[in-house]
């Protein structure tokens, strides 16, 4: 099992930054790729952006390229999400995700509200 925590998330208004952070613990986190994902109310969840185990390789929503980024600090078992230039349409509950293999496992989510 893995258990993913995540945090960072918040009220902020258009134009801001949040970083999110999503922390792993239970079973290595070695050789695992992760991702960010979002679901705003009323919506299916979304795709917003991946990293794999080295770092090496990224892949983002069109929503959010040039926007955010992704990084990960396999030390510290934590993948984050640099949120920047935040506007009202990326206001969802974010989650992250980690997939090794035939495994996967979702964090419970974090608020971010992108309003005035």
């Known amino acids: 099992q893995v258990q993913l925590v995540e945090s960072g998330g918040g009220l902020v208004q258009p134009g801001g930054s949040l970083r999110l952070s999503c922390a792993a613990s239970?079973?290595?986190?070695?050789?695992?790729?992760m991702g960010w994902f979002r679901q705003a109310p009323g919506k299916e969840r979304e795709f917003v952006a991946a990293?794999?185990?080295?770092?090496?390789?990224?892949s983002y929503a069109n929503s959010v390229k040039g926007r955010f980024t992704i990084s990960r600090d396999n030390a510290k078992n934590t993948v984050f999400l640099q949120m920047n230039s935040l506007k009202p349409e990326d206001t969802a509950v974010y989650y992250c995700?980690?997939?090794?293999?035939?495994?996967?496992?979702w964090g419970q989510g974090t608020q971010v509200t992108v309003s005035s």
């Open positions: 990293i794999s185990w080295s770092g090496s390789s990224t």
């Open positions: 995700k980690f997939t090794r293999g035939g495994e996967e496992y």
């Open positions: 239970g079973r290595t986190f070695s050789k695992s790729a």
